[in-house]
C-alpha cells in the first residue's frame, strides 16, 4: 500500500494569520480522528509577501480513507463564509522520490 501525501496550499492576507490558524485548527482537531489519518505538518512561509503564505501537508494511509474522512460534518466545516477569505489549492500525492543528506557517521575518511 502506497502512503497517501495531501498538501494544501493556502493564500493568507498578511493581518489575518490568526483567523485562518482558528479556523484550520477547528478542521484539523476533527481530521485527527479520522481513520487512516497518520500525521500533519502546517508551514508558514518566511516571507509575508508570498502569495501561499500556508501550505498543509498530512500523511494518509489511502486515497479511500481521505475521501472518507472528508465527510458532511467536514464539508460543512469548510463551507463556513469564513474560508472564503482563504482560497486554497489541494490536491493528493504519493512519493515520486525522496532524498537525504549522508550522515556523518556515512563519509568515507
Known amino acids: 500500500m502506497t502512503?497517501?501525501?495531501?498538501?494544501n496550499c493556502f493564500e493568507?492576507?498578511?493581518g489575518r494569520e490568526d483567523a485562518f490558524l482558528a479556523l484550520w485548527a477547528e478542521i484539523d482537531d476533527y481530521m485527527l480522528k479520522k481513520p487512516g489519518f497518520q500525521w500533519r505538518k502546517l508551514h508558514r512561509s518566511l516571507d509575508s509577501t508570498t502569495r501561499l503564505r500556508y501550505v498543509n501537508v498530512a500523511g494518509w494511509e489511502?486515497?479511500?480513507?481521505?475521501?472518507?474522512a472528508h465527510d458532511g460534518e467536514f464539508r460543512r466545516m469548510q463551507s463556513q463564509?469564513?474560508?472564503?477569505e482563504f482560497p486554497a489549492?489541494?490536491?493528493?500525492?504519493?512519493v515520486e522520490k525522496e532524498t537525504h543528506?549522508?550522515?556523518?557517521?556515512?563519509?568515507?575518511?
Open 3 to 7: 502512503d497517501i501525501i495531501f498538501i
Open 12 to 14: 493568507v492576507p498578511v
Open 62 to 68: 489511502s486515497a479511500e480513507l481521505f475521501d472518507a
Open 81 to 84: 463564509r469564513q474560508w472564503q
Open 89 to 94: 489549492l489541494p490536491s493528493l500525492y504519493t
Open 101 to 109: 543528506a549522508a550522515s556523518p557517521s556515512d563519509a568515507v575518511l
